[in-house]
Antibody, heavy 117, light 111 residues
Framework: QVQLVQSGSELKKPGASVKVSCKTS????????INWVRQAPGQGLEWMGW????????THAQGFTGRFVFSLDTSVSTAYLQISDLQPGDTAVYYC??????????WGQGTLVTVSS | QSVLIQPPSVSGTPGQRVTISCSGS????????VYWFQQFPGTAPKLLIS???QRPSGVPDRFSGSKSGTSASLVISGLRSEDEADYYC????????????FGGGTKLTVL
């Protein structure tokens, strides 16, 4: 069965970096892009962008450029989200999800990133 | 401010029919399909309706979707207590070189 398993919760200080992993299984990794979605505490869903796992081309939504880096390791069917220079406003649950753009059918369980001094 | 506009909350009693609206524009709902997601507290969203009105396998037929012009609706018939959750509409938006956009979410309370 299709599974996306994300790394565990992180507590970081402002200015630090974090790397969230999304390990997939149950399908051919390069057949579907991986999307990243942010959900701040008590807030709605924000599409951060997606990573074409076939071409390796990432696409970032406005507001998620610069400090937000998508990467892949196709040898282990895993996608990564790295956020640098973390700020308290980055505190959120970050989800990876399989699919084309907004057409996501399977989601990871989410990774809570807390930024606090 | 979300690109797609949903009511913050709706409520109903068991057995009732409730409708959640989603308003967009000509660059998103007007020209692209609408998707609906259901999210329970502390869990990941789940795809509920695909391509405006298609139910993925396993989704009860109590849930239905529709689209007209730049708006869409999710209808839940025969409301059950376990339907209490947050519901989000989503669509692809062709502006700004293309992006996914979500509604702000609607909290459904079953009274």
């Amino acid at each position: 069965q299709v599974q996306l398993v994300q790394s565990g919760s992180e507590l970081k200080k402002p200015g630090a970096s974090v790397k969230v992993s999304c390990k997939t299984s149950g399908y051919t990794f390069t057949s579907y892009p991986i999307n990243w979605v942010r959900q701040a505490p008590g807030q709605g869903l924000e599409w951060m962008g997606w990573h074409n796992t076939n071409t390796g081309n990432p696409t970032h939504a406005q507001g998620f450029t610069g400090r937000f880096v998508f990467s892949l390791d196709t040898s282990v069917s895993t996608a990564y989200l790295q956020i640098s220079d973390l700020q308290p406003g980055d505190t959120a649950v970050y989800y990876c999800a399989r699919g084309w753009g907004i057409v996501v059918d399977y989601w990871g369980q989410g990774t809570l990133v807390t930024v606090s001094s | 401010q979300s690109v797609l506009i949903q009511p913050p909350s709706v409520s109903g009693t068991p057995g009732q029919r409730v409708t959640i609206s989603c308003s967009g524009s000509g660059s998103n709902i007007g020209i692209n399909s609408v998707y609906w997601f259901q999210q329970f507290p502390g869990t990941a969203p789940k795809l509920l309706i695909s391509r405006n009105d298609q139910r993925p396998s396993g989704v009860p037929d109590r849930f239905s979707g529709s689209k007209s012009g730049t708006s869409a609706s999710l209808v839940i018939s025969g409301l059950r207590s376990e339907d209490e959750a947050d519901y989000y509409c989503a669509a692809w938006d062709d502006s700004l070189s293309g992006r996914g956009v979500f509604g702000g979410g609607t909290k459904l309370t079953v009274l």
